[in-house]
């Protein structure tokens, strides 16, 4: 009896391949070159992946409000209500105190500029401030035995009559309520100083009213002409006093109201 080994035509080894098992077939899906439509499936899996992962962080944030009852709700309401006003009425306060330091800048402004005014005013009245504005320039003519202190004297009262503002007088002395003039060898002092002829009187007020009143029937030129002198008044539309004095302590005089 023959082998039935022996008379097999196609005899079979004992170590027969196994047919591939699903993990064999995966790694030879992933390690081959995917189709088109894979990849559409594998892009479409991704973006559902990200929606469901971005639903869940969105469920988490509001999972402190859905076991809440509708008491509760409605208390979280009226306290982000009752915030929101708190927040309003301190940014209406901050506004307010803004617009009161900015009115009260603005009155410390006006109060300094108004002061700064006044100061001046008075600086250029009492003669510690320099002066420029429109006037006239008068020159007196005449020798020192003719023209002296009579004649200046009329005329410096003559000018203030007529409105002037600011005096000076041979760019060297301001002239001023307290002014005093003297006669002297040579010329006239005024208020210490010796001044010679020519005498030059600059005078800061209105052009014409200041040479009016100079020049009227028994005025200044008259007098002046009448000791063998002579007076020219130069209308100016700017007239430049620098000279000024040093301010001087009252002695008996102190503000009303004070002891």
């Known amino acids: 009896m023959s082998d039935p080994m022996m008379n097999d035509p196609t005899p079979k080894s004992r170590d027969t391949e196994r047919a591939p098992d699903g993990r064999s077939r995966l790694l030879a899906a992933l390690q081959s070159t995917g189709s088109r439509g894979q990849v559409m499936v594998a892009v479409l899996l991704a973006v559902l992946g990200f929606a469901a992962v971005t639903q869940v962080h969105a469920n988490g944030r509001d999972d402190a409000y859905v076991g809440a009852r509708q008491g509760d709700l ?7 209500s009752l915030a929101s006003q708190r927040t309003e009425s301190e940014i209406t306060k901050l506004q307010q105190t803004r617009d009161s330091l900015r009115n009260d800048a603005q009155s410390r402004r006006t109060a300094v500029e108004r002061a700064r005014q006044q100061a001046n005013a008075l600086g250029i009245l009492a003669g510690t401030e320099p002066a420029v504005g429109p006037g006239v320039r008068i020159t007196v003519r005449g020798s020192a035995a003719s ?6 004297l009329n005329g410096l009262e003559e000018l203030r009559d007529a409105g002037a503002e600011v005096i000076e007088m041979n760019d060297k002395v301001r002239v001023v309520a307290q002014t005093s003039l003297s006669d002297a060898s040579g010329g006239v002092r005024v208020d210490g100083q010796l001044l010679r002829p ?11 009213t200041l040479s009016t009143a100079m020049d009227f029937t028994g005025g200044f030129i008259s007098e002046v002409r009448d000791v063998g002198g002579k007076v020219s008044v130069e209308k100016r539309d700017r007239v430049e006093i620098v ?11 102190k503000p009303a109201g004070t002891r």
């Open 74 to 80: 409605i208390q979280y309401i009226n306290n982000l």
């Open 147 to 152: 023209v002296g202190t009579n004649q200046l």
């Open 198 to 208: 020519p005498f030059v009187i600059d005078a800061i007020g209105d052009p014409h």
């Open 243 to 253: 000279s000024v004095r040093n301010p001087s302590a009252p002695t008996y005089a």
